[in-house]
T-cell receptor, first 113, second 113 residues
Framework: AQSVTQPDIHITVSEGASLELRCNYS??????LFWYVQSPGQGLQLLLK??????LVQGIKGFEAEFKRSQSSFNLRKPSVHWSDAAEYFC???????????FGPGTRLSVLP | TAGITQAPTSQILAAGRSMTLRCTQD?????MYWYRQDLGLGLRLIHY???????GKGEVPDGYSVSRANTDDFPLTLASAVPSQTSVYFC????????????FGPGTRLTVL
């Protein structure tokens, strides 16, 4: 069965600084990978997804993520963080039909002015 | 479009009482899902439905039941609530079952005393 780890429970960065949120997955084949963001009191919003092809994927709000098969990773990046990016970020892995999504525990991002 | 709506927004429930959390989507998606979100555990799948008339068990189904009488509605019922069911509950849908992008509702915060 697939699993997802997000090693960082909480990250604090200054506004304008770069950001990288880590995600590692365990799955025997090529997974479907997702990053979701949850703003306080809100539901989850899809940032980006990877199914196949180019391993660097672009998402909304200036985020990007890179799939690295050799490292079983799908880290989320943003070159310059804005105060509105403060939220909880969830990495998720899905498989081809037959298995459901598995979400990581989440990383809470705080942004300092 | 409204997307996914959930009701109620929040609820305090006495242990032993029953309750139904409502979820409605207007996107004509085939698949729907119920997750619970707990601190440090991320989102865990409770039940899912690949299409109207069918349901399946997720990772943590005990104490919960669902039905899918039509495409739009996917209610979650707690027959006899226990304090460990205190959580935030999210309903989600996807155009096709599993491995596809999921769209989330705003959540229901449930406290069982």
């Amino acid at each position: 069965a697939q699993s997802v780890t997000q090693p960082d429970i909480h990250i604090t960065v200054s506004e304008g600084a770069s950001l990288e949120l880590r995600c590692n997955y365990s799955y025997g084949a090529t997974p479907y990978l997702f990053w979701y963001v949850q703003s306080p009191g809100q539901g989850l919003q899809l940032l980006l997804k990877y199914f196949s092809g180019d391993t660097l994927v672009q998402g909304i709000k200036g985020f990007e993520a890179e799939f690295k098969r050799s490292q079983s990773s799908f880290n989320l990046r943003k070159p310059s963080v804005h105060w509105s990016d403060a939220a909880e970020y969830f990495c998720a892995v899905g498989a081809r039909p037959g298995q459901n999504f598995v979400f990581g525990p989440g990383t809470r991002l705080s942004v300092l002015p | 479009t409204a997307g996914i709506t959930q009701a109620p927004t929040s609820q305090i429930l006495a242990a032993g009482r029953s309750m139904t959390l409502r979820c409605t989507q207007d996107m004509r998606h085939n698949a729907m899902y119920w997750y619970r979100q707990d601190l440090g555990l991320g989102l865990r799948l409770i039940h899912y439905s690949n299409t109207a008339g069918t349901t399946g068990k997720g990772e943590v189904p005990d104490g919960y039941s669902v039905s899918r009488a039509n495409t739009d509605d996917f209610p979650l019922t707690l027959a006899s609530a226990v304090p460990s069911q205190t959580s935030v509950y999210f309903c989600a849908s996807s155009e096709e079952p599993r491995a596809d992008t999921q769209y989330f509702g705003p959540g229901t915060r449930l406290t069982v005393l």
